[in-house]
């Protein structure tokens, strides 16, 4: 199938992307719009289940987005009912696109937009790469997190593109086929720029701490790409830990940070970025993340991912029997008190941050 757009060949050869119309949809801007123009415009009241906001909106083969950062904020849950409910054949993307990569195995994702994969001090996603190496998953493009979240910056804007100095200096560039370098126009000298296009996904969930029932969302702590997500994908669901009045955003709008006109459907999710951080209400479970990065995601075996995912998302039926494995309300308790000690809100004197770290079997021997 020919494609719309005019693509960096050698990245396109350097990938081994034989029909680049596969890239097609991620910059098309025209179609983008028309999905915005769409849009409600009305007060509606948009509040249904998580699982009828995946089943509804998110389809086979659609560019999915990870929001929020890594372990912090994240839908996880959300992603964890798109894994159940067996969507097949999505594009991951995200700046860290950490998070699709758990639903490779089963078929969910296919393909990559890349560009981080791992929880930080816990480790890298090795899975991922043996992913990459037995095909079963394939690589789009090659990102940093800067250019990636310009891409969705442009996208907000309504910009084409926009210049940056970022991926020059690597190999990034030669595995990307949607950038292109060339010379700074307003300089007499040579100064080349990576002119990086409007990114537009398909579909994103977005936890937040407070939302209304339209959609207007308040986002506290770090928002990293989200605003600009929320404007630049087709499908934008709101999961939120609570669902406030309008009238409260109203008298309180310093951190109301998305729009209802961008907003297909909202989601009341307590506990919905678990096993993750959401800042100001719960801490993050730093033993599901080591057991996780290292022995269910170490790319050793594929049975510690398996039997990982099978207790953790296929034999759950949602957040709340989730919490229950955690530890149900003690766990709940003793990282909430976390959680506020950690942003000044609740007496830290006397917290208690120790807990068993995982060590794998095969480190110890």
Known sequence: MASKFEYNQEALKNLQIEDPSILDRLIDGESARQAHLKKERGKVDKRMSLKEAVQEFVKDGDIYADSGFSY???????????????????????SPNTNHSYGIHYGTFKYSHNSYL??????????????????????????????????????QLGAPYLACKSMIASDMVKYNPYVKVVDNPFKKEKDPVCLVPALYPDVVFIHVQWAD????????????????????????IITAEEIVPESDLRNTTN????????????VHLPYGALPGNCPGYYYWSREFWE????????????????SFWDYWVFSCKDQFDFLEKLGGVRWL???????????????????????????PKWDEE
């Open 72 to 94: 912090v904020r994240t839908p996880l849950q959300a992603l964890f009912e798109v894994m159940r409910q067996g969507k097949k054949n999505l594009q991951g993307i995200g």
């Open 118 to 155: 791992g929880a930080e001090m816990r480790g890298t996603d090795r899975s991922y790469s043996k992913a990459v190496k037995e095909k079963k998953v394939k690589i789009l493009s090659e990102w940093s997190h800067g250019a990636m979240a310009l891409g969705f910056k442009a996208a």
């Open 213 to 236: 029932k339209y959609g207007n969302a308040r986002i506290y702590g770090p928002a990293v790409n989200d605003i600009a997500l929320a404007a630049a994908c087709r499908k934008v």
């Open 255 to 266: 951190t109301n940070v998305i729009p209802f006109m961008f907003v297909d459907a909202v």
């Open 291 to 306: 057991w996780g990065i290292r022995i269910a995601l170490s790319g050793k075996d594929d049975k510690y991912l398996e």
């Open 333 to 359: 308790n003793k990282h909430q008190v976390i959680e506020r000690a950690l942003n000044g809100t609740n007496e830290d004197d006397g917290i208690d941050l120790s807990y068993e770290s995982v060590i």
